[in-house]
T-cell receptor, first 115, second 118 residues
Framework: NAGVMQNPRHLVRRRGQEARLRCSPM?????VYWYRQLPEEGLKFMVY????????ESGMPKERFSAEFPKEGPSILRIQQVVRGDSAAYFC?????????????FGSGTRLTVV | AQKVTQAQTEISVVEKEDVTLDCVYE???????LFWYKQPPSGELVFLIR??????QNEISGRYSWNFQKSTSSFNFTITASQVVDSAVYFC???????????????FGKGTKLSVKP
């Protein structure tokens, strides 16, 4: 499967635990974007990364959330001390270049449930 | 500020009916890109179409067609002879073409849930 791979597909965490969401971009893609889909709110941009760099994190909550895209391995979205309001679907997308005018391909998402 | 409005929250039709999903956008840029994505019940996001602001030609792909009108800032999506498999949430999105600021950011509408009944 040459698409954007996200895992796990479903993740359940208790309040206060950490959640780690992984995203492997399409082969040859070095630009990764994370979006969050809260109920009734549609998709919202969170962060845009290139290998080893955060380009734009204007949509990231100020606390508890962090993202990385190391030189080797997948991009990781990390949520510390999860709360019920973090329950959402988190989507990753990748593209070969910086410009979004080409559109990009989304992964199947990770559904996070905080209990 | 950029904004995408999908005024129809839910639409229900009977199979074989035609249905149009509305999308209205706001942007200050003269160069921008518009997208439609489909989210079936399984949850993944499926890319349907990309259109740049300089190309106002309507597009048809099988039973799908798109009507882009800059004069009304609209990019509407029509499904002809709808089928049960078309049942999904459809999202319209906007990306601005400037090379400064938060390039890489799609602004999504809240989506329209389409239910096609047999």
């Amino acid at each position: 499967n040459a698409g954007v791979m996200q895992n796990p597909r479903h993740l359940v965490r208790r309040r206060g635990q950490e959640a780690r969401l992984r995203c492997s971009p399409m082969k040859g893609h070095s630009h990764v974007y994370w979006y969050r889909q809260l109920p009734e709110e549609g998709l919202k941009f969170m962060v845009y990364l290139q290998k080893e760099n955060i380009i734009d994190e204007s949509g990231m909550p100020k606390e508890r959330f962090s993202a990385e895209f190391p030189k080797e391995g997948p991009s990781i979205l990390r949520i510390q001390q999860v709360v019920r309001g973090d329950s959402a679907a988190y989507f990753c997308a990748s593209s070969p270049t910086r410009a979004t005018n080409y559109g990009y391909t989304f992964g199947s998402g990770t559904r996070l449930t905080v209990v | 500020a950029q904004k995408v409005t999908q005024a129809q929250t839910e639409i229900s039709v009977v199979e074989k009916e035609d249905v149009t999903l509305d999308c209205v956008y706001e942007t200050r840029d003269t160069t921008y890109y518009l997208f439609w994505y489909k989210q079936p019940p399984s949850g993944e996001l499926v890319f349907l179409i990309r259109r740049n602001s300089f190309d106002e030609q309507n597009e048809i792909s099988g039973r799908y067609s798109w009507n882009f009108q800059k004069s009304t800032s609209s990019f509407n999506f029509t499904i002809t002879a709808s089928q049960v498999v078309d049942s999904a949430v459809y999202f319209c999105a906007l990306s601005e073409g400037s090379y400064g600021g938060s390039q890489g950011n799609l602004i999504f509408g809240k989506g329209t849930k389409l239910s096609v009944k047999p």
